[in-house]
């Protein structure tokens, strides 16, 4: 076969491909939001079938042929857009293809029994109950590695690589060093600051008032709702991709900045799925880079936009028309200072944007020490308690508050953490480029947003996976990713904020 | 390989299949509900692929061994489960089979342009526009027929064989002789009578009450909103199966006997789907028996019950609770009346009870004509509207009231219309053995549904496919399907309402 047939059929077939994966996306988010609960076993079992179906095709012997006649073809080798997919295609083909189907079949059967385990052990707050599960699942995910590592890969790099094409342990160290010293040498200045009123989110505000303005929000920063949705659930996510991504997000009677924070967040990942190029739909051109450049896209609008003096001085009047008198009593000012109140605390998913990346180092560490076997699983409490205290000046009451606060690794996420970070800092560097190039702070200030998101289009989502996380980094901001213009940014505002130099 | 070997793997097998299809259900569901207008390319191939990949599976080489194992098999044929089971996938199967991929292509892929030709000849009222579409359909549907029906079956016969298994022309003629003559005789004789006020529908009642009061209505019916739902569409539908039926409604300002009437409907059919047996999950011993049957329970539901004056006497205090003093001026004779004005019009689904089935009789013999060929496509609009004038004693102005309204043909719909009136039938039949089991009109006085709804589980959803029509019909009813019923309870009704003898 020459290799324009193969590349013609091998992209007909991912996009096929693609399409069971996306209807599987709706069932998860119809899971989320709508199923009534008589329908989850059905629904268990209609996405088992077609996460099998997925998997069938993926390791498909034709796409082995296909791909072989892609690679020898020097016609398509001179195409960017087919080397980039069909280098794309061969990774994901090669992780696919990897692991006996055993070994697929224990990890499924173990993470399944495992987050019920973990549920259940979080809510006893009985870390010895979830540990025989914590060890399996290490025990797998060493097999997992060993059959997906090159030969001078170490495993944590190996699993890593699953959500951050290239990311080494190495690399994150180089990030994390100086991070972390000047993170905690923050946190302890801001604590001889002053803290910020709560403020506007001691106030009790109509949920339908708070729905109604944060779509308004991400409606001025682009979400095209005829492209989308926005609805609630337990946990906020994003999925969908191109003319169907959905929203959700959730609402307390107070903490708008939250039900706010949270919606930006997911509206960033939104823009980023409604602005990948839809003329290569279904292939890898149009799927997101990686997951830390993905939580980059959240990141900006939520804290580099969000956050902003320069939002507030929009959104303090947006704020008075959803909710009259309720918001009148708070200034610009006091909004802006109220949506950065830095509190080291226990749970990461509750963190503010100074303190969080040091939850993320914390369980980094920790997972690459349990990978390697420096860590036994029995002294993972003690280690984590000793890790909150240092890094976060906080005593662990228990473990329900410690240690099993995240799903993750009970879904056999290992080297997923460090893309929060990565997140972070992405974000901070697209942003001081973004600033090089526009005036951000007078735009945002007028609530004019679409240059912000037409310089994130051209920039990152137009790439999809066209260039590895790392290039895309340099292409965009012109420099390697560095943790400097993150550090920068936390200093300048949270000195501002809290008024300490 | 043994007979119960092929009759475990079959079943397995099919359960898989029927995942496929539920969760066509779920994608097609939410089209129609919330699913943003960008979403719509990637919905029809996600919707084509399943479709697909069902048919793959329906037409597989290992059914055909299965089935023929299944056969030989004397225990299997012993247990009336297995037995009934096996008959229904056979048929399935030699349905599946028996039509050449190039038809089955060609079908599709006329249909769906002969819907957006209809569309666009309806909203013009040019018939002309259609009339080469109706007539490919009508020769693929020929076509159809002829791979379909056995050696001495009419192929109207065969076609309509696909929604109500037994049914034949000749069997239709025998109901509709008697019918069509006495409704043309109710409808002049309703002439003479008082016409009910319009009462209640002229009133604009919030939409939102009008949902928690159809909510309310059908919640007391016995819908179970932990497995099912309620939301919004264009046109009002039931989908979805045992633990996750969903159904849904419109609501204009005024007209809330019409969304209740609607409502009471769908939830009719959800009852059905409710009350399959769960054992039997992803079989034909809980798929729906026929579309009469379906229909039946959404007839019984929304006419029987919610268009009798018992019905009212409960309904009455309960429109008051959700309305206030808009609903108070009427009584439930009022009410009663309202729900059941006759007015001989132009158009089916807008059709009251006494005239609904002169709308479905016309459009049985048109199709008949049709596909025998006695009735050239061009003629279609003058028969029309001569058979209205005849039935209904309305003049058509145009075709678009006229023989443009309905969408079945143009999507290959023909041998379908039958299946609303024999619901009708079925209705009136079942209703007159639960009267004579129950006293009906006490319990419904009541609101206590639950006998009622019990009853018709018991006979008719507990069998799922396990009998056909014609045979569930005298299992749960003591006599073969007649139209006297029927018409001995819209004679009595409307004789009652309109005053006259």
Redesign the interface.
């Known amino acids: 076969m020459s290799g324009s047939k193969a590349y013609a059929a091998l992209i007909e077939f991912v996009q096929?491909t693609s399409?069971?994966s996306?209807?599987s996306a709706?069932?998860s988010w119809?899971q989320e939001t709508?199923?009534?609960?008589?329908?989850?076993?059905?629904?268990a079992?209609?996405l088992a079938?077609?996460g099998r179906?997925q998997h069938e095709r993926q390791t498909d012997p034709r796409m082995a042929d296909w791909l072989q006649a892609c690679a020898a073809d020097e016609t398509l080798a001179a195409d960017p857009v087919a080397a980039a997919n069909v280098r794309e295609l061969q990774r994901d083909h090669a992780r696919a293809t990897k692991l006996p189907g055993a070994l697929v079949a224990a990890l499924a059967e173990t993470e399944s029994r495992a987050q019920q385990a973990w549920a259940e052990a979080r809510t006893r707050s009985d870390f010895a109950a979830f540990a025989p599960w914590l060890q399996k699942l290490l025990h797998l995910h060493q097999q997992k590695a060993d059959c997906l590592r090159a030969p001078t890969q170490s495993r944590w790099d190996a699993l890593a690589d699953l959500f951050e094409p290239g990311l080494t342990a190495a690399a994150l160290h180089r990030w994390f060093l100086p991070l972390r010293a000047r993170l905690v040498e923050l946190r302890q200045r801001l604590a001889a600051g002053t803290r910020p009123a709560d403020g506007i989110q001691q106030v009790a505000l109509p949920q339908p008032a708070q729905e109604a303005f944060v779509r308004a929000v991400i409606g001025a920063m682009g979400f095209?709702?005829?492209?989308?949705?926005l609805d609630r659930s337990a946990h906020p996510f994003c999925t969908?991709t191109?003319?169907?991504v959905r929203l959700t997000t959730r609402f307390h009677d107070a903490l708008v900045l939250d039900a706010l924070g949270s919606t930006m967040h997911e509206a960033g990942h939104g823009l980023y799925e409604q602005g990948l190029p839809e003329a290569h739909?279904g292939t890898p051109l149009a799927e997101a880079c990686s997951l830390g450049i993905h939580e980059s896209q959240s990141r900006f609008w939520e804290n580099h936009v969000g956050r902003s003096r320069a939002f507030w001085h929009w959104c303090q009047p947006l704020l008075q028309r959803h909710f009259g008198a309720a918001a009148a009593a708070f200034s610009t000012d006091d909004l802006w200072r109220t949506a950065n109140i830095v509190e080291p605390s226990l749970i990461r998913v509750e963190a503010d944007e100074a303190t969080y990346d040091l939850h993320v180092m914390i369980r980094c560490e920790l997972e690459v020490a349990l990978l390697a076997g420096d860590l036994p699983v029995g002294d993972l409490p003690a280690a984590w308690n000793r890790a909150y205290a240092d890094y976060l000046g906080v005593q662990v009451p228990d473990d329900r508050r410690g240690c099993l606060q995240d799903v993750h690794w009970s879904c056999g996420l290992f080297g997923y953490f460090p893309t929060y970070t990565l997140g972070n800092l992405y974000a901070a560097q697209f942003a001081a480029a973004l600033q090089r190039d526009l005036p951000v702070d007078d735009l945002v200030a007028r609530g004019e947003f679409a240059p912000l998101r037409s310089w994130l289009q051209a920039h990152v989502h137009a790439h999809g996976r066209r260039y590895p996380p790392a290039e895309l980094c340099v292409r965009a901001t012109g420099s390697p990713l560095s943790a400097e213009p993150f550090l920068a940014y936390l200093d300048r505002k949270f000195t501002a904020v809290y008024q300490v130099r």
Chains 1, 2 share one sequence.
């Open positions: 096929q399409l069971l996306s209807a709706l069932l119809d709508g199923m009534p609960p008589g329908g989850g076993d059905a629904r079992r209609q079938l077609l179906l095209d709702f005829q492209r989308g949705r969908g191109l003319g169907d739909a």
